[in-house]
């Protein structure tokens, strides 16, 4: 193990899988000479040169495609969105384009390819640059997506998702870069759809994915000082979904709250919810309660950009609620 | 060549009696695989209208020209890629009639299952990467095949068809911005009938569509896309370039569309009028013309033209006997080919399925 940040983990995944395939390549905004608009690519360039480590103009539609028609050829692009609001303008190649090729060619067409970048807001980037990306990915069947909420799951997801035949979105925390955490030295992949329990409680379920896991880990902090001790549950992947998981840790609380950076509106959220009440309906003791951002456009505002984030406040709040407790 | 044509010879040994350089038997043979598009959409016209193919059906008649000329010199393992007026470029490229047919009647034998229907025509082992419905989606898609060329040192090329109406989207810009930078082996063809569905070019441009290309230094052709031997000459000598390592160029093919948009659309409408159909169709017929230049020049005579289309027709009628008699897809398959890697962690699809799959037993939670 060695403590590195988020941002040096998907480095190593990327090193450690173009390291071992020529067909996988990087190419986005700023990924080569600049390093990075966030400084995850660092090095690369200097590394595999200029044919595996590409700047892109700004210009999303057309070098999302082109990576998804370079993947059609059988490569393995990782093509970085600087960050995923601006993947919106790509989303017919992503949707229309990866998602649906192997379906509409009767699998003659796999494209395996990974677009990756960060998702949600960061601090007061205001309306445009802050919002969660998940559920327009997680919506078309074809396509997979990971939020890895750790370094070591950043590494081991990233792998995962470079070594998948099909699209990997790759959904990164623009405040996760700095954090640091154990990571696994040489080869480490973590498989999708695999859950992980990242506090182990038994009274209340807090479920939910990639930066906000930090969030709920603080409000299982504060729940703790009050006696109350809550499973937090890190989906790491949201499709697959590891359904299981959700399953048991209700199963042992009786008690659900999902936990998401994004809009309630059929949010993932919503899809766990849902999922709970059709398969653990007799487990549960407390309708599942929901955290979402508000559902507003992100303000600029501190104080209201505040208001509108889920905070460990809300998250206590809610679990208290379906404890009972008021 | 698909469909029984051979390669006609390079240029400079035009054989006695021929035209432009081209020989009898590939005059012939350019003639008879074009009679073999127009009657394959004709069947498809023919198969719509009684209910044999469903949802939308665009019909290449009236540009045959452009799919025996341009994909014609291409070589086995060049691609192609284009958008959904794409039948006859499927069979150029090496797609059986049978296979297309298949596909258009939504059978398991279909060169797409069943899966992809008229607008979504796939076979890569041809080098024919599809059958695009989302205008100017294929263009980005079409400059990564060529991406990919580069990326492996390879010599082969990617022809990237569109219609007029495409050049108006982002997709078209941004591709050809970036196959300049990158100097990709790509021709992007525009098949120019003059109308997007039924709007006019010319009211949604105010510049030519040659001049579409220069701002991002690509250079730009106009040829005659009714003109088969033309379009073979000169598709033949820019696909040499490419190859070479000239990077992209961009193509205006001057065409007319003898139907409607889609089979749901009539002929002429309120957009164009059916003077200027008619017109079109007397006088720019592509295969009238090459027809009416060899019997000019005696290369051809009556029976000969009937053999062809006797041939034409039977191949046609036979491709859809064979579609009609080709099962529809086994309904057990709806699921697969949505990922290519199904394991046996999480669930991946979310209507229930995995859960019931789980249940009995098997994988998939």
Known sequence: MTEMTYRDALNAAMLQEMDRDDSVFLLGEEVAEYDGAYKVSRGMLERYGERRVVDAPISELGFAGLCVGAAMAGLRPICEFMTFNFSILALDQVINGAAKMLYMSNGQIPVPIVFRGPTGAALQLSAQHSQACEVYYAHAPGVKLVVPGTPADAKGLLAAAIRDDDPVAVMEGELLYNVRGEVPDGEHVVPLGVADLKRSGGDVSIITHGKMIHVALQAAGQLAQDGIEADVLDLRSLRPLDVDAILATVARTNRAVYLEEGWPFAGVGAQVASLIQQEAFDDLDAPVARVTQADVPMPYAKNLEQLAKPGAKAVVEACRRVLYLG | ?365
């Open chain 2, 1 to 365: 060549m698909p469909g029984g044509v051979g390669a006609p010879e390079a240029e400079g040994s035009p054989d006695e009696g021929g035209i432009a350089g081209f020989s009898r038997e590939e005059m012939h043979a350019l003639l008879a695989e074009m009679l073999l598009y127009r009657r394959f959409e004709e069947k498809a016209e023919e198969a719509y209208a009684i209910g044999k193919i469903g949802g939308f059906c665009h019909l290449h008649i009236g540009q045959e020209a452009l799919s025996a000329g341009a994909i014609g010199p291409l070589r086995s393992d060049d691609q192609v890629i284009t958008a959904y007026r794409e039948h006859t470029q499927a069979i150029a490229k090496g797609i059986s009639p049978r296979a297309a047919m298949a596909e258009l009647f939504g059978r398991v034998d279909g060169c797409s299952g069943g899966r992809g229907g008229s607008m979504h025509l796939f076979d890569p082992s041809v080098g024919f990467y599809g059958g695009h419905g989302i205008v100017g989606g294929q263009i980005p898609l079409g400059a990564g095949l060529a991406w990919a060329i580069r990326y492996r040192g390879g010599d082969q090329i990617c022809l990237c068809f569109m219609g007029d109406a495409a050049v108006n989207q982002g997709a078209f810009l941004e591709s050809l911005n970036m196959s300049a930078i990158w100097q990709l082996p790509i021709i992007y063809v525009v098949e120019n009938n003059g109308y997007g569905m039924g709007t006019a070019f010319s009211r949604v441009s105010v510049t030519e569509m040659e001049s579409r290309s220069g701002a991002y230094g690509i250079p730009a052709h106009t040829v005659d896309g009714q003109d088969v031997l033309e379009c073979y000459r000169f598709f033949e000598a820019l696909a040499e370039e490419v190859r070479g390592g000239d990077g992209p160029h961009f193509v205006n093919a001057v065409t007319y569309r003898f139907r409607g948009h889609s089979m749901s659309d009539p002929v002429s409408g309120t957009y164009r009028s059916r003077k200027e159909v008619e017109s079109q169709k007397r006088e720019r017929d592509p295969i009238s013309l090459l027809r009416d230049r060899m019997f000019e020049a005696g290369l051809l005579t009556p029976e000969e033209l009937q053999a062809h289309d006797d041939r034409a027709r039977e191949l046609c009628a036979d491709a859809a006997d064979f579609a009609d008699s080709s099962p529809t897809p086994d309904p057990a398959t709806l699921y697969d080919h949505v990922y290519a890697e199904v394991g046996d962690r999480g669930r991946l699809f979310l209507d229930g399925r995995d859960a019931a799959r789980a249940a009995a037993g098997g994988a998939g939670r």
